[in-house]
């Protein structure tokens, strides 16, 4: 069976095909016409489809970019304010210091007992904002908590336990903010 332009075995499909010199070469030259002005237009719409994209991806772009630098300023004002409230905390601390160094030269048991008491207040605000103490002396050395400072031979305690703290450690909520500073016991004990 051969196929051609519309025509089957040699018939002519009269529905198909256009008799020749009966318009189908001016019907055809308009279509293309016609064509070439639909792909003009159509060529066009797909800039103004592209330009409408671009020009939404740079609003995009800059509304990205307000939304991120928004969100980097309330952080910064929220660890300003974080931070203002820690500092609140201890100004009576810091009143009680002015206080005891105007008193300091009248009477030295009275200074020890001032300081000693700013000592305290200063401990509970360090506990109220979450602060807490490393335990250790007498602990079993533990190098995640303690740095040691020096290996002392003594059996006044067990082996690798703490014997003396240099500098007190401290946790924020359960994060080591600064290890203790200990001398550690050497023995022949366990």
Same mark, same amino acid.
Request: no cysteine.
């Given at each position: 069976?051969? @196929?051609?332009?519309? @025509? ?119 506990? @109220? ?62």
């Amino acid at each position: 069976m051969a @196929k051609g332009n519309g @025509k089957t075995e040699g018939r002519l499909d009269l529905e198909r095909e256009l008799p020749a010199g009966q318009g189908g070469e001016e019907s055809a030259a308009g279509s293309v016409g016609a064509k070439a002005a639909d792909g003009v237009s159509e060529i066009e719409k797909l800039k103004a489809e592209r330009d409408a994209l671009l020009d939404r991806v740079a609003r995009l772009q800059a509304e990205f970019d307000n939304a991120r630098k928004r969100a980097a300023r309330e952080q910064q004002e929220f660890r300003e304010f974080a931070a203002a409230d820690v500092i609140r905390n201890f100004l009576p601390v810091l009143d009680s210091f002015e206080l005891a160094l105007k008193a300091g030269d009248s009477n030295p048991s009275e200074f020890r007992n001032g300081v000693e008491l700013i000592y305290r207040q200063f401990q509970d605000v360090l506990q @109220k904002i979450g602060v807490q103490q490393i335990a250790s002396v007498g602990q079993p050395f533990d190098p995640r908590i303690h740095e040691a400072i020096e290996m002392v031979d003594t059996t006044a305690v067990p082996d690798h336990h703490v014997l003396e703290e240099l500098q007190r450690g401290y946790n924020y909520k359960e994060r080591l903010l600064r290890p203790a500073m200990v001398r550690v016991a050497r023995n022949g004990r366990g």
